[in-house]
């Protein structure tokens, strides 16, 4: 079985400050990591993901995360947030298992930016 | 490529009738899944299709749901009979292969009175 854990369903930063969303997962298997971003109204973009290789992944709009095995996080960050970022963000863990795919998402975290 | 198009984008229908929410899958890609999205239980994988097939429908709430993938660029999920708990955006998405990116389309907002 497979979950994440997004810590904090809503976050708020000022504009031009560090953003952080925290993500936490669990997989028997080594996971493929996920990081989409939802505007209202809109369905789900992908921000970035990893798979294998480097653990600093860079994805769209500034933001980058870093998948670290010892401590199961693939935490999210941007070191200057803009108002168009405000959104909320999903992460997510593809596990594998014989004969079944699913990729299992956190809950989101809300981020806001105060001008 | 026009991305995976969902229709209607929003619906609006009484308790008890039968709603039909359509997906036209990237052109190429051989999954399909169908997502639900609450405030209260976030979002849920509902059903995926590999090839048109149906693999994992664990996630279908109950019997009133179904789904069908009858080619490549066409999938259904039809509600029957609709109840009020049901009003959700349901999204669709579609991949190239497994485990990897999924991509979404634009949502249907149900809303059943």
């Known amino acids: ?115 | 490529d026009a991305g995976v198009i969902q229709s209607p984008r929003h619906e609006v229908t009484e308790m008890g009738q039968e709603v039909t929410l359509r997906c036209k899958p990237i052109s190429g890609h051989d999954y399909l899944f169908w997502y639900r999205q609450t405030m209260m239980r976030g979002l849920e994988l509902l059903i995926y299709f590999n090839n048109n097939v149906p693999i994992d429908d664990s996630g279908m709430p109950e019997d009133r749901f179904s789904a069908k993938m009858p080619n490549a660029s066409f999938s259904t999920l039809k509600i029957q009979p609709s109840e009020p708990r049901d009003s959700a955006v349901y999204f669709c998405a579609s991949s190239s292969s497994r485990r990897e990116t999924q991509y979404f389309g634009p949502g249907t907002r149900l809303l059943v009175l």
Not at chain 1, 17 to 41: E, G, I, K, T
Not at chain 1, 71 to 95: I, N, Q, R, W
Not at chain 1, 100 to 114: E, N, P
């Open chain 1, 1 to 115: 079985a497979q979950s994440v854990t997004q810590l904090g369903s809503h976050v708020s930063v000022s504009e031009g400050a560090l953003v952080l969303l925290r993500c936490n997962y669990s997989s028997s298997v080594p996971p493929y990591l996920f990081w989409y971003v939802q505007y209202p109204n809109q369905g789900l973009q992908l921000l970035l993901k990893y798979t294998t290789g480097a653990t600093l992944v860079k994805g769209i709009n500034g933001f980058e995360a870093e998948f670290k095995k010892s401590e199961t996080s693939f935490h999210l960050t941007k070191p200057s947030a803009h108002m168009s970022d405000a959104a909320e963000y999903f992460c997510a863990v593809a596990g594998s298992g014989a004969g079944s795919y699913q990729l299992t998402f956190g809950k989101g975290t809300k981020l806001s930016v105060i001008p």
